[in-house]
């Protein structure tokens, strides 16, 4: 190939442009020209792009968000929208493509191979929610970030012996939280995955914690489950303990990446570059155990993510 494009789709994680300065880098190193296509999708469906040199990508491997900018195309989810893309592609001489993103920005990377633009996934989502991958670009530095700003609350929690119940993202999965809790030794982690009784899973040990000599409770909560701010104000109620809830929010999503998502982020780039200099499109690329390999995309797209329960269960035996 002599011409690849890469862009970024879904919400932006840090270590997205980490992915971006390996894609152009090595795209270069192996002989091709690299275009930065703007906003997603619809910078390939408008031909909003900018021919990308070894020089436009310094500077940006320790800075959070995405300089190419990011977007949710609804024009491209409907096969008018794709075939805008794939004749704009053919208009700019566009002969691969990478998208950095989560599982939807992969099902226009699918649709996009398939109408004849090779097309590589690269997993970039603060969510980890990838079946085919053990890790997701900026998941460690979300986790990094909450657990810094979870460190905060319980400053102010110890202090006046409150209960904090803290709602991280992670949209339907529930692994910054399941792992956030265990990083800063939270009482109880409330995850979609699993299902949950208040009575039992949340008052029952704060109660028993209290008898114990607890003086504060740390309870995390995933955004697919949610109502943390009611269910502060119900524990409050039942348990008589101060309690106050904080939504960390989009905080997560930004900051400069780690050194692990600079470096997962550098290996993915250059991975996906490899296919496409060898003609290999329609491939996810993942991170299995140490390795980079890469699916095919149905096939990574067809994966059922399990979280399993070994760290929730021990956070419940170190909370103790
Ligand atoms: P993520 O990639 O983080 O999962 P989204 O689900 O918002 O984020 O998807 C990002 C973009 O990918 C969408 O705005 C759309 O342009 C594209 N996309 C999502 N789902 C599909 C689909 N089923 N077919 C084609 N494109 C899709
Ligand atoms: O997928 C990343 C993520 O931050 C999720 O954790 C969250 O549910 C969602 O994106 C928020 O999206 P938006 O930026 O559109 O509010």
Do not use: W
């Not at 494009?5 to 020209?33: F, K, Q, W």
């Not at 109408?115 to 900026?138: E, H, K, Q, R, S």
């Not at 119900?234 to 904080?246: D, N, P, V």
């Not at 780690?258 to 290999?280: C, F, K, P, W, Y």
């Amino acid at each position: 190939m002599k011409r690849i494009g890469v862009l970024t789709s879904g919400g932006d994680a840090p270590g997205m442009n980490a992915a971006i300065r390996a894609v152009v880098r090595g795209g270069i190193h192996y002989g091709m020209e690299v275009i930065g296509i703007h906003k997603g999708y619809n910078g390939l469906i408008n031909g909003d792009y900018e021919i990308m040199s070894a020089r436009s990508v310094s500077d940006i491997l320790h800075r959070g968000g995405t300089i190419l900018q990011t977007a949710r195309c609804l024009e491209f989810k409907e096969q008018p929208g794709i075939k805008k893309a794939v004749r704009m592609a053919k208009d700019i001489k566009l002969e691969g493509l990478v998208v950095i993103g989560g599982d939807g920005s992969f099902k226009g990377a699918r649709d996009l191979s398939a109408a004849g633009l090779p097309t590589v996934g690269i997993p970039g989502t603060i969510d980890n929610d990838i079946a085919c991958t053990d890790y997701t670009i900026g998941f460690d530095t979300a986790l990094n970030t909450a657990r810094d700003a979870i460190d905060k609350i319980r400053d102010t929690a110890h202090s006046h012996e409150r209960c904090s119940v803290v709602e991280v993202m992670g949209r339907d999965a529930g692994y910054i939280a399941a792992y956030v809790a265990m990083a800063c030794g939270a009482e109880v982690a409330i995850v979609p995955e699993e299902n949950f009784d208040f009575e039992r899973d949340i008052i029952m040990p704060i109660k028993e914690g209290k008898m114990r000599g607890k003086k504060q409770n740390l309870i995390i909560v995933a955004e697919g489950v949610g109502g943390s701010v009611e269910m502060a104000k119900a524990i409050q109620k039942e348990t008589g303990i101060e309690t106050r809830a904080t939504i960390l929010g989009h905080i997560q999503r930004g900051g400069s990446p780690t050194v692990t998502d600079r470096i997962i982020a550098s290996q993915m780039g250059v991975h996906a570059v490899e296919l496409l200099a060898n003609g290999v499109g329609n491939r996810i690329v993942a991170k299995q155990k140490d390795k980079i390999v890469d699916y095919d995309i149905m096939e990574g797209l067809n994966m059922e993510k399990k979280m399993g329960n070994e760290i929730l269960n021990l956070s419940k035996i170190l909370s103790m």
